[in-house]
């Protein structure tokens, strides 16, 4: 899926990591904003928590890896949930903001140059 950004066509970049780094900048925006319901703002400090607090919906010890996933999902839950809670216009606007920090480097502009090999040893 591309974007039009000023009459260029802009592809999609990044990967897992570029969206869950903006995804968590997003959360923080949005955890400062005056405009979110300080209730609602409970929720991803909640989700913290739960990963923090020793207790677990399902025992570690029994089922280890079922203990891990149940706090990744409770994260997972938890901070799509705000972002789809939050009022639209405010996510909307913080989206913008964070997409045009992306700087784009795709001028179109061709280079044409050569390259020549030197050797660091010189007697």
């Keep these: 899926m591309t974007q039009r950004k000023s009459g260029k066509m ?3 970049q990044g990967g897992v990591m570029r969206d869950l780094v903006k995804r968590l ?5 949005l ?3 005056r405009r979110v319901n300080l ?5 991803p400090v909640a989700s913290v ?3 923090i607090f020793p207790f677990d919906l399902v025992p570690g010890i029994a089922f280890p890896v079922i203990g891990a996933l149940d706090d990744a999902a409770i994260l997972w839950i938890g ?4 972002i789809e809670l939050c009022p639209p216009n405010v996510v909307k606007e913080h989206m913008q903001e964070l997409d045009s920090n992306i700087e784009d480097n795709s001028s179109g502009e061709v280079v044409d140059a ?4 030197m050797d660091n040893d010189k007697s």
């Design 39 to 43: 209730l609602l703002k409970t929720l």
């Design 31 to 33: 955890m400062g904003d």
């Design 10 to 12: 802009v592809v999609p």
């Design 114 to 117: 050569e390259a020549t090999d």
């Design 79 to 82: 901070s799509n949930l705000f």
């Design 25 to 29: 900048k997003l959360i923080v925006r």
């Design 49 to 51: 928590a739960y990963l």
